[in-house]
């Protein structure tokens, strides 16, 4: 099958960081003739200067079209004054939204040598390998009703709803599953079926599609408030945690901050798949532009390439050359290589061009 790269470098850092990106892209077409079809396109700041919107229609398109796209990052202080409607982040939504991407991955994944970047300590973390999957488009930030009323007594009133239809709960669960099948074969569920008929329902659909598909991978449900505590008890008891919009959202930041720094930390936004079962997609670092650190070649490029590792995995089942990029990552930090986002004492401090032509080399 051909592989249709779209790359949306972006502002700020992003085109510093997905230049590294760039530079591994070019080694696999040389050195082990995995040759990908790479388009590039401006999102962000960088299309509004040049093209009048956060993100053109032809580059919608060639997004839609694309079997990945990668994105660098978005924003910046020149953009920051204009309406809410033609901010650069504006082009990052319409990505998500026309793609569809409904499910959320989020690695927590720590490298031997950062395991002193860890907020736990370092028996509990060493060698976790863990993926969220969040719900993204539906639940409790979407449902209706919602809004602010004004009550006769004169207080006021803020309603939100949760709602999840049986459509929405399967779709997500089966990306947890398939995810599982390509990793270690365990998928915990997280709600609150105890006090939410929301809950009630999700862990009923997600057992049934388990029953249904997915007898091979072992499945468990587990309250969301328990998967918060056991995240920082024993994180290394889960695979893959698969829950929904609003408890992935603080499950998923919470186990970010299990493997240290910011700029070590890869995405990826799946969709529906298509008729040869590939899912659309879109990989970005979970990093913004970093302003104060742009254009200095200061930026830790490992959060966009081990996005780039989870496109390989994920979308083009190069699971050996995703591996290839994540153990050149653990040698280089291993040889005491940091960017300074990550730098320890005694470590040598690299920049951008330094650190990517570095995992290159391993
Ligand atoms: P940020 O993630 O850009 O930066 C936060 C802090 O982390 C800064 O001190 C930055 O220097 C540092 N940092 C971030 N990535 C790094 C990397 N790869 N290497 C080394 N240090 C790194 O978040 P902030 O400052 O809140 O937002 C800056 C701009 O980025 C804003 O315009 C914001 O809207 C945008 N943004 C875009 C996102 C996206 O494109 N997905 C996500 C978050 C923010
Ligand atoms: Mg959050």
Redesign the pocket.
């Known amino acids: 099958a051909n592989k249709k790269l779209l790359i949306l470098p972006?502002d700020?850092?992003g085109p510093e960081?997905m230049g590294q990106v760039q530079q591994v892209i070019n080694w696999m077409d040389k050195r082990r003739a995995v040759t990908f079809d790479v388009e590039t396109g401006l999102v962000?700041g960088a299309a509004i200067d040049a093209e009048g919107s956060p993100l053109a229609d032809a580059t919608m398109e060639k997004a839609s079209n694309a079997d990945a796209v990668l994105?660098g990052?978005?924003?910046?202080p020149k953009w920051?004054e204009l309406p809410f409607e033609q901010k650069?982040?504006r082009g990052?939504l319409r990505l998500r939204k026309e793609m569809e991407l409904y499910a959320n991955l989020r690695p927590a994944l720590v490298f031997d040598a950062l395991v002193e970047a860890s907020t736990l300590k370092p028996e509990v973390v060493k060698g976790l390998d863990i993926m969220i999957v969040r719900e993204l488009t539906g639940g409790i930030y979407f449902g209706e009703p919602r809004g602010i009323e004004d009550l006769p007594d004169g207080q006021r009133r803020g309603i939100n709803t949760q709602v999840y239809t049986t459509n929405e709960i399967r779709r997500v669960a089966a990306v947890a599953f398939e995810l599982a099948r390509k990793r270690g074969k365990r998928v915990t569920s997280c709600e609150k079926a105890n006090v939410m008929e929301s809950g009630v329902l999700w862990r009923q659909e997600v057992q049934k599609l388990h029953d249904e598909s997915f007898q091979d991978v072992a499945l468990s449900h587990m309250y969301a408030d328990n998967a918060a505590m056991q995240l920082v008890r024993n994180p290394k008891q889960f695979d893959v945690i698969v829950t929904d919009n609003l408890f992935g959202d603080i499950l998923s930041d919470e186990a970010a901050m299990l493997t240290g720094s910011?700029?070590m930390l890869p995405s990826a936004s799946l969709g529906d798949p298509d008729k040869h079962g590939r899912r659309q997609a879109l990989y970005?670092?979970v990093?913004?532009?970093?302003?104060?650190?742009a254009g200095q070649d200061?930026?830790?490029?490992i959060?966009s390439l081990l996005s780039f590792a989870m496109a390989l995995r994920y979308t083009f089942d190069l699971a050996e050359d995703a591996d290839l990029i994540e153990q050149a990552v653990q040698r280089v930090l291993a040889g005491g290589l940091r960017?300074?986002?990550i730098m320890s004492p005694g470590a040598a401090k690299v920049s951008t061009v330094t650190m990517g032509q570095a995992i290159l080399r391993q």
Do not use: K, Q
């Open positions: 972006g700020g850092i960081v962000g994105l990052a978005v924003g910046g920051d650069p982040e990052l910011l700029g970005e670092p990093h913004g532009s970093a302003p104060d650190i200061l930026a830790n490029p959060a960017t300074a986002d």
